[in-house]
């Protein structure tokens, strides 16, 4: 039977010979597709004997003579010579079996050269060994055996261990005999198909003999099922790297399940591969599987089992967080091996923290290549930390502190403390941390601020590095006023030219945070002399408004301890020798004109001390005490008692400082006395006095 396309437009059939069956005229067409263009006619099958002649012919069968006869015209198309009868007559009598001598047809050149497809060789093995046609679903099964890996030797081998062919040879009075296929394809079918099958599912094409052969040896020699399927998923001809998710998502169903995947399961595993997880990930699970497993053990094969090599793989949420970041960050899909990266430093690092790596895409060079305004950089903090869009008040009111002159890690600090973000790392299963704030214009933010406000008089912002330098000087020996003096008297400004009227402006913005009003511009531009604009400077940093907007912004706006600053400026901006310095004052204590109570200020003290080099517990803590405070520090002179070696309690003075949150003793007199530390000492420390604090003195 040929079946054809409707819409043929030209079929070219090939006679190929003539065979004469029980006298009858039968035509066997060679199956062949011919297209013209767009048409395409298949043959599906070949004319031949119907099942009424063949079984008159098979009941003819009675003799060796017959069944030979009846090879050469089902399976060689040919009535035989006389002499190839007398051939075969002779090996049936030398003890040839029937199954001998069919495979002597089958496996002839003469019958392989034909080229027939699978359903045609099986029809013709039909006809020749059995006497009939097989019926459509027959045909199919082994034409679907062969598509499968096995060779027409199985479907041969079947086919003579049939009864129907051993009645045939009983019949002729032949020895049915056996046969067994010796290719390696033959020996297992459930292995062959196995292996056939990720052929067809993952490089969709039919796999050859040859191919077949290596993993089957690889699976004699240790080899498990997941180690062969990996080896096709990761090979080149697949193309992993080139599909889409749901593409090769459908392949793992079909060639490791044997079935499609719903539309559920595959956006299930596509979301996955979305987050950051590569194809080993997906891979890795369905090899797990106990469908997988079932799989294989239904093809008699070792499962074995497969774990990703790749960081991102083996923690999914980690790996969605670093993904999202990616893409929230830097608007791109991560690379390997940065994922890898970082989530290996988040799984495998104690310090590596969720604040830390936010921290550490919004510092990258790239995220910085993007030049992002300010109003920008906000809105993806409000992406990254509190996942949604900020609204336009919130955005410029972070705005507004960004220009203050604090880093992005200041701005980065107040979003990772918010509750959302804290939310944000417990869904994906990372410990938030904290930022610490190391740099001198985060740790002091009102002082950046005056730093960049007075950077007006430039009529331009200072950078990162500028601002940290000047809030340094005006936490230890700079004041405000001569912070605005500097300015108005450096290069820069003055390479301004700037003309009366601009400079009274400039330096009203620069140490008033305002414009001057009318009536002052009036009142120092319209008398008779020039202005005097060093005067003017003396008389604004001198200001009551002046000093009150420098405290407003924690600026020591002119020093009150000059005498402590000489002292500082000889023995180096340090704690530690400060200290020091006041250790080596020589003691003078217990004298009528020496008071030793809280009734007496610090600054007496301190002055008493700078000038004089001598004194006792009070004057060493305060000297310390001033000096500390001029290098930054929150220091305070406290006014107690400790006891005494004859008995009960005598005054005395040390200074406190808190650092980080704690609350420490530095005391001078107690390392003059003692000679033992009392440098950054506790209370109750082993080895150290018993304090009894009464009075905070400043």
């Not at 919004?362 to 809105?379: D, G, Q, V």
């Amino acid at each position: 039977m040929i079946v054809l396309n409707k819409k043929i437009k030209k079929i070219t059939i090939i006679l190929s010979s003539f065979l004469l069956v029980n006298n009858m005229t039968s035509v066997v067409f060679a199956a062949e597709t011919i297209e013209d263009d767009k048409v395409k006619a298949e043959i599906i099958e070949d004319f031949g004997p119907d099942d009424h002649e063949l079984e008159i012919e098979n009941n003819g069968i009675k003799t060796a003579e017959d069944f030979i006869s009846s090879l050469y015209r089902r399976i060689l198309f040919r009535n035989p010579a006389e002499s190839e009868t007398e051939y075969w007559i002779y090996q049936i009598a030398s003890g040839k079996t029937g199954a001998e001598i069919a495979y002597g047809f089958a496996g002839s050149p003469e019958f392989q050269k034909n080229g027939m497809d699978y359903q045609a060789t099986v029809g013709k093995l039909y006809q020749g060994l059995l006497g009939r046609n097989g019926t459509m679903d027959e045909i199919r099964a082994w034409e679907k055996c062969l598509e499968n890996g096995c060779t027409w030797k199985y479907v041969f081998q079947q086919f003579v261990g049939s009864e129907e062919f051993m009645n045939i040879c009983k019949r002729a009075g032949i020895n049915p005999g056996s046969y067994h296929s010796n290719e390696k394809v033959d020996q297992n079918l459930s292995v062959t198909y196995f292996i056939s099958s990720l052929y067809q599912n993952f490089l969709g094409r039919k796999a050859g003999k040859s191919e077949i052969e290596y993993w089957i040896n690889q699976l004699e020699s240790g080899k498990n099922g997941a180690e062969v399927a990996y080896g096709f998923v990761a090979s080149p001809e697949f193309g992993v790297e080139e599909l889409s998710d749901r593409d090769y998502i459908s392949c793992l169903y079909t060639g490791l399940f044997g079935r499609g995947g719903s539309g559920a399961e595959i956006d299930g595993w596509a979301g996955y591969l979305e987050n950051g997880c590569t194809w080993k990930y997906v891979f890795q699970q369905f090899i797990g599987s106990q469908e997988y497993i079932g799989f294989c053990q239904k093809s008699g094969i070792e499962p074995g089992s497969y774990r990703s090599n790749e960081s991102a793989d083996q923690n999914p949420a980690v790996t969605a967080f670093v993904s999202r970041l990616y893409n929230l960050c830097l608007d791109r899909k991560p690379d390997i091996d940065g994922l890898n990266n970082w989530t290996n430093s988040l799984l495998n690092n104690s310090s590596m923290t969720a604040v830390k790596a936010a921290l550490g895409f919004i510092k990258s060079t790239e995220f910085e290549n993007k030049n992002l305004t300010a109003e920008e950089l906000i809105s993806t903090m409000y992406q990254v930390f509190l996942n949604r869009e900020g609204g336009d008040e919130e955005i410029q009111k972070w705005v507004s502190v960004a220009e203050k002159g604090v880093s992005e890690t200041y701005l980065i600090s107040g979003f990772a403390a918010s509750a959302e973000f804290t939310e944000i790392c417990s869904k994906y299963g990372i410990a938030r941390g904290d930022i610490e704030l190391t740099e001198a214009r985060d740790i002091n933010p009102l002082v950046s601020e005056f730093t960049v406000k007075s950077y007006r008089a430039y009529d331009r912002k200072p950078d990162g590095d500028e601002i940290n330098n000047i809030v340094i000087k005006l936490k230890k020996s700079l004041t405000g006023e001569n912070f605005i003096k500097e300015i108005f008297t450096s290069k820069e400004y003055i390479d301004r030219n700037r003309t009366d009227e601009e400079y009274v402006r400039d330096v009203f913005l620069a140490a008033y945070d305002r414009e001057p009003t009318e009536d002052e511009i009036i009142t120092l531009l319209t008398s008779d002399e020039e202005l005097n604009r060093t005067e003017l400077l003396d008389t604004v940093t001198n200001s009551e408004e002046f000093k009150e907007y420098c405290k407003k912004l924690n600026v020591n706006a002119n020093f009150p301890y000059p005498l402590a600053l000489e002292v500082l400026n000889t023995v180096g901006m340090d704690l530690y020798k400060a200290y020091k310095w006041s250790v080596s004052l020589v003691y003078y204590g217990h004298r009528p004109d020496m008071p030793q109570t809280s009734e007496t200020s610090m600054e007496w003290y301190a002055e008493y001390g700078f000038t004089n080099k001598k004194g006792n517990c009070y004057v060493m803590a305060a000297t310390f005490c001033e000096m500390a405070r001029l290098l930054g520090y929150d220091a305070h002179q406290i006014s107690g008692r400790i006891p005494l070696r004859t008995g009960g309690w005598g005054p005395h003075s040390w200074v406190e400082i808190t650092m980080d949150g704690e609350v420490y003793v530095f005391d001078p007199d107690f390392e003059y006395e003692t000679k033992r530390n009392g440098f950054k000492i506790t209370y109750k420390q082993s080895g150290t006095w018993w304090y009894l604090r009464d009075t905070v003195m400043s």
